[in-house]
T-cell receptor, first 114, second 114 residues
């Protein structure tokens, strides 16, 4: 268990719909990062929040938005969904492990748009 | 601009033989480099990280990587492969410290044959 919790694990929805993905970072960690993993684009950074504030932005579409709440959990909102949005969405948190300082990822939410 | 290239999309080895997964990077900054592993239907797990303290970095599960600035490489090795090592491996560069804006290679699938 990485300590980063993502829900739901799987999500199937239709084109044009809106979904919300949820992430709870490791206890005590202020940062949340969102990544998208798709077959054609690989793993791409979407956005980072730190203690409720947006810290960095990557290749995030305008149809996507995120926020971090006072309890530090984060939600990634995906709207007007298209078939190409089908992907594995990861949330990450900063951590120190026996392998050194790095970013720990949750197990992901697999989104399928039909 | 920063980038990372994994030279092999697929590597196949026999159990008990050495593993070599190749990675070249491009960075205008002194980079932080990582190797992550993703087992099927699992999240990403940090194997090791280079942060300029030592060129030979030891990670978990017997893996290690050597940073070679002259060759802009950060290859991952293991002396003896186990069946449980079968997974996808990602070489990652962080061009700006601690922003979480990690840049992932396309991944190398490691197959371990009995």
């Amino acid at each position: 268990d990485s300590g980063v919790t993502q829900t739901p694990k799987h999500l199937i929805t239709a084109t044009g719909q809106r979904v919300t993905l949820r992430c709870s970072p490791r206890s005590g960690d202020l940062s949340v990062y969102w990544y998208q993993q798709s077959l054609d684009q690989g793993l791409q950074f979407l956005i980072q929040y730190y203690n409720g504030e947006e810290r960095a932005k990557g290749n995030i579409l305008e149809r996507f938005s995120a926020q971090q709440f006072p309890d530090l959990h984060s939600e990634l909102n995906l709207s007007s969904l298209e078939l190409g949005d089908s992907a594995l969405y990861f949330c990450a948190s900063s951590v120190v492990t026996e392998a050194g300082y790095g970013y720990t990822f949750g197990s992901g939410t697999r989104l399928t748009v039909v | 601009a920063q980038s990372v290239t994994q030279l092999d999309s697929h590597v196949s080895v026999s159990e008990g033989t050495p593993v070599l997964l190749r990675c070249n990077y491009s960075s205008s900054y002194s980079p932080s480099l990582f190797w992550y592993v993703q087992h099927p239907n699992k999240g990403l797990q940090l194997l090791l990280k280079y942060t300029s303290a030592a060129t030979l970095v030891k990670g978990i599960n017997g893996f290690e990587a050597e940073f070679k600035k002259s060759e802009t490489s950060f290859h991952l090795t293991k002396p003896s492969a186990h069946m449980s090592d079968a997974a996808e491996y990602f070489c990652v560069v962080s061009p700006l410290s601690n922003t979480g804006k990690l840049i992932f290679g396309q991944g190398t699938t490691l197959q371990v044959k009995p």
